[in-house]
């Protein structure tokens, strides 16, 4: 069966689909936004991981030469500075698989990005 056909209904499956490198890699990922964002839930939305609180919070996934890490515009606009290094667009972020992972700016964006979503339920209480 081809690839894309196979249809990832879980974080779990998604990750067991690659080598351990990749494996260790968005393990870290999932470890670290979890850290920071213990009341997210996890899904699968677009065809990857996603963690959700208040409307989708940021979503990662293994591409050819890198990973991609989708933190909303907001996320990618706030950390612009931090970012030059790397290819971005307007909500992504292109982390080589040739370069280490910056996990420590990651968890940051993350953390941004759980007090935008926790603004969200406030005004949304409004």
């Known amino acids: 069966m081809e690839e894309s056909a196979v249809k990832i209904e879980t974080i779990d499956a998604y990750i067991s689909r690659y080598d351990e490198d990749i494996r260790a890699i968005l393990q870290e990922f999932r470890r670290l936004i979890k850290e920071e964002a213990p009341d997210a839930t996890e899904k699968i939305s677009y065809q990857m991981p996603t963690f959700y609180l208040n409307g989708n919070l940021v979503h990662f996934a293994v591409q050819k030469n ?3 890490f989708y933190p909303a515009p907001s ?6 500075e931090e970012l030059t290094d790397y290819k971005t667009s307007k909500g992504a972020i292109q982390f080589p698989l040739t370069k280490p992972i910056p996990y420590e700016l ?4 993350v953390r941004f990005r759980v007090e935008e979503a926790k603004g969200k339920k406030k005004q949304n209480k409004k």
Do not use: L, Q
């Open 75 to 80: 996320g990618v606009a706030a950390f612009k």
């Open 106 to 109: 990651v968890r940051r964006i």
């Open 66 to 68: 890198h990973i991609g």
